[in-house]
């Protein structure tokens, strides 16, 4: 079983930057794919942006793309989420996911089975 927890979320103007972090323990860091989802009031949960095991692929949702960044350091086990040039639109509770299974990758939610406990990002305009 392996646990999450998330920090770094808080209230930022339009156009600023925030850094998730997520530490994850319980198992073996390194050997898993990771991933950011968020979930705005009255909405369903979204995929934000994943990375395999290694960190050679990433993916990213296109709402984000080109200004989100996810990166992870194994040594750390954690996995970090940089967002730059944030918009009212990106506020919402962020949270970090694990892969259900070692060294496979896939940046859909069914296939991360660990979850935190999420994060609250307000973007004000």
């Known amino acids: 079983q392996v646990q999450l927890v998330e920090s770094g979320g808080g209230l930022v103007q339009a156009g600023g930057s925030l850094r998730l972090s997520c530490v994850a323990s319980g198992r073996t860091f390194s050997s898993y794919a990771m991933g950011w989802f968020r979930q705005a009031p009255g909405k369903e949960r979204e995929f934000v942006a994943s990375?395999?095991?290694?960190?050679?692929?990433?993916d990213y949702a296109d709402s984000v793309k080109g200004r989100f960044t996810i990166s992870r350091d194994n040594a750390k086990n954690t996995v970090y989420l940089q967002m730059n040039s944030l918009k009212p639109e990106d506020t919402a509770v962020y949270y970090c996911?694990?892969?259900?299974?070692?060294?496979?990758?896939?940046?859909?939610?069914?296939?991360?089975?660990?979850w935190g406990q999420g994060t609250q990002v307000t973007v004000s305009s």
């Open positions: 996911a694990a892969g259900k299974y070692p060294f496979s990758y896939s940046s859909t939610s069914p296939s991360f089975g660990s």
């Open positions: 990375i395999t095991w290694s960190g050679d692929i990433t």
